[in-house]
């Protein structure tokens, strides 16, 4: 493998806050001069992205990749896996569908997959200063580290200095740390160079003790201690905070939090209204009387289309539609929303079920994904959301299902639905959405200017690195990626 200059981050947990240090640590690169790529050898996740190519990719890899300002590549992250059950998922391999693998066949096949994760880090390091590499859930899961290709499998083919993370905002840090290193390899932990403490709350001095100490302890320095930050950033882990039902406000917007749910950040925009509440719902109770319904993707439509309907959510979706409330549906939201459901082929179980009736399309689901990003404009939309016509979107389409469907979205009524992921991001959208809702309420809604995605994401990611360029010893990871391991 070549030797390019690494710095890995590892995690003492899932969600201890390794994606947005690897992002900050991006832009902290690229602002400094450097050509910086993110790498993840393996993601799990349902949050996906399609490339130009129309290869698949998690979005944890996207976002890094836009912090360091270079267009997303299946490069960076070459092995998807999409949780299609509690014991398998989809395997994704270079931006492709390799199959279904249940967790004990996958943990056997994985190790077959090194060359191509090999070839991918190889391609990356060869047109990069600095390769800012994540992890995946703790290195110091003993039970799977003989297999690993994610942690300290990764830094070691690698050779990647290490960044150890502990999120004090669970508690226990110092025990996260200290337990970690003492169950790694002693070569593994001469490969940690440094620990990071995340989403710190208070006043860091009360640390400094246990800072010591723990220098002691594990014989390596902190780097930093980041303080607890809240920038609006796509999120992929399904412990995000966005997904839990907040507060309601003028405009009230319900999205369905079905079992599997994909793409959530795809509704993101709507949170960013002062007005409007986006809240993430799963019972009847919590749906309440909202002034929109969203059904997103998921990774198994037919399976969470009947979770909905047996806990009356189907029931409820369709009396409001009948009241005029908009419905609208994203990729598998929108084949839910369609009469006729089947699975000929097996690629979702197999068998046939009927959908919710409130728009004509029957669907076909088949092994074959399709992949592909999309742009164009808003037309012959008619009902509440006619004010989206003429309006520009860009996004991608990624589904196992055709549905006969004619137009980039399809509307009868007040129910509307798409394939495309991103449809609201573009400038207006959610604009034109929210006053269409205000008119139906009867209040007046002043937008404003017009929201600018880009702009708006750039600032959060600068936002990210200037925190965390404050908190860490750069000085000290700049000389750890200096030395290598």
């Known amino acids: 493998m070549s030797r390019a200059r690494p710095i890995m981050v590892q995690g003492t947990m899932s969600s201890a806050g390794k994606s ?64 299609t059950s509690d014991v398998g998922s989809q395997v994704i391999v270079n931006g492709e569908v390799r199959g279904n693998m249940r967790a004990s066949e996958y943990f056997k096949y994985k190790k077959s997959l090194i060359p191509d994760i090999i070839a991918a880090y190889d391609a990356l390091a060869a047109a990069n200063d600095i390769i800012v590499i994540e992890g995946a859930g703790s290195p110091a899961e003993i039970n799977l580290k003989s297999e690993d ?44 160079k440094a620990t990071v403490i995340n989403k710190f709350r208070g006043d860091v001095t009360i640390l400094t003790p246990g800072l010591r100490d723990l220098q002691r302890l594990v014989g390596v320095p902190c780097a930093g201690v980041v303080p607890y930050t809240r920038v609006d950033i796509d999120d992929e882990d399904s412990l995000s905070e966005r997904l839990t039902s907040g507060e309601r406000r003028d405009i009230d917007i319900a999205v369905i939090l079905l079992p599997r749910i994909s793409n959530f950040t795809d509704f993101s925009v709507f949170s960013r209204f002062s007005t409007v509440s986006l809240r993430y719902v799963r019972s009847v109770r919590e749906l309440g009387e909202p002034d929109m319904v969203i059904i997103p993707g998921t990774k198994s439509t037919m399976a969470d289309l009947l979770w909905m309907r047996e806990r009356g959510m189907e029931a409820r979706i369709i009396r409001a539609a009948g009241a005029g409330v908009p419905v609208f549906g994203i990729c598998g939201g929108f084949q839910m929303l369609g009469r006729k459901l089947s699975d000929p082929e097996g690629a979702e179980g197999g068998g046939e079920v009927s959908g919710m009736g409130l728009l004509p399309i029957d669907t076909v689901f088949s092994p074959r994904k399709t992949r592909a990003q999309r ?55 959610a604009e034109a959405m929210i006053s269409a809702l205000c008119r139906r309420r009867g209040m007046e809604f002043t937008p404003g200017a017009v929201f600018d995605p880009i702009a708006y994401r750039e600032g959060q990611y600068d936002k990210l690195a200037d925190t965390v360029r404050r908190a860490l010893d750069m000085e000290l990871i700049y000389r750890i990626i200096e030395e290598g391991i």
């Open 20 to 83: 947005l240090i690897c992002a900050a640590l991006c832009r902290i690169f690229r602002d400094a001069g450097y050509s910086v790529a993110p790498f993840k050898s393996q993601n799990m996740a349902l949050n996906s992205y399609i490339t130009h190519e129309g290869l698949e990719m998690g979005r944890a890899q996207v976002v890094q990749a836009q912090a360091a300002g270079k267009a997303p590549s299946v490069l960076m992250n070459p092995i998807l896996l999409k949780p």
């Open 375 to 429: 742009e164009g404009v808003f037309t012959g939309l008619e009902g509440v959301f006619s004010g989206l016509n003429g309006l520009k979107f860009s996004g991608y389409e990624i589904h196992m299902g055709r549905s006969g469907k004619e137009g980039d979205v399809l509307g009868r009524g007040n129910v509307y639905g798409s394939y495309i992921h991103g449809l609201f991001d573009g400038p207006g959208a």
């Open 149 to 192: 290709i994610v942690n300290m499998g990764m830094a070691k083919m690698a050779s990647a200095p290490v960044l150890l993370v502990g999120d004090i905002d669970r508690g226990g840090v110092f025990a996260q740390l200290y337990g970690t290193l003492a169950l790694l390899e002693p070569e593994e932990r001469a490969m940690v």
